[in-house]
């Protein structure tokens, strides 16, 4: 059986997806289709961008869905999870992802659960290249491999929250209170900025 949290976070990806789709993609240049189809959506895509700046983009969908009524000035790159107790590599470097982009979104809502459309007040959102990003990081010594030691050594030494790299713009953190304890990066919107092919803002008027 399915927990409840992961009921309510299904519910709020829908009710975002369907207001992005009607809303925000409107306003890009080219064309979007959402993807349906279950292992593409496991391979890492929920939509195709086409574009005549940008190709055709497979479009991994992200959404700081947890903090509707404060955004927050970061987002969350996920590096390392457990799954039966195992530490898996997580989707900013796992090779079997097909993403060519990440949507970043940071949606604004009058309600800290996301059940309806009409709770949604605005949303803002940047579009990035994977490797853009990926490359970026590696500028910063924070390549797959430093990533994966670092991932392992919080675990190990069992540490929890937030753990200085050195940049103020990006910093790890480690989350024990959830099943799968993720290892994030965290990275301030201003440094993902620069690197966004695309930004746009949206409301629900």
């Not at 409840?4 to 306003?27: G, I, K």
């Amino acid at each position: 059986m399915k927990s409840n949290s992961f009921r309510s976070d299904l519910r709020a990806e829908q009710v975002l997806t369907s207001w992005l789709d009607t809303h925000l993609y409107p306003r890009l240049e080219g064309s979007f289709e959402r993807v349906h189809d279950v292992d593409e959506q496991h391979a890492g895509v929920d939509l195709t961008f086409h574009s005549p700046s940008w190709g055709t983009l497979l479009v991994d969908e992200k959404a700081t869905l947890h903090y509707l009524q404060r955004p927050l000035p970061t987002f969350a790159f996920e590096l390392s999870y457990l799954k039966n107790g195992e530490s898996r590599i997580a989707w900013l470097h796992d090779s079997k992802k097909i993403t060519t982009a990440y949507m970043l979104v940071w949606p604004r809502a009058n309600a800290t659960k996301l059940t309806a459309a009409d709770q949604l007040i605005d949303a803002e959102a940047m579009l990035i290249r994977r490797r853009t990003l990926i490359s970026a990081l590696n500028r910063e010594a924070l390549d797959e491999t430093h990533c994966a030691e670092l991932a392992e050594m919080l675990r190990s030494t069992k540490h929890e929250g937030k753990f200085d790299l050195g940049n103020p713009d990006i910093w790890a953190y480690r989350s024990p209170a959830y099943a799968e304890a993720p290892v994030n990066l965290v990275i301030r919107r201003s440094w993902l900025a620069k690197l966004a092919i695309w930004e746009a803002s949206a409301d629900s008027d």
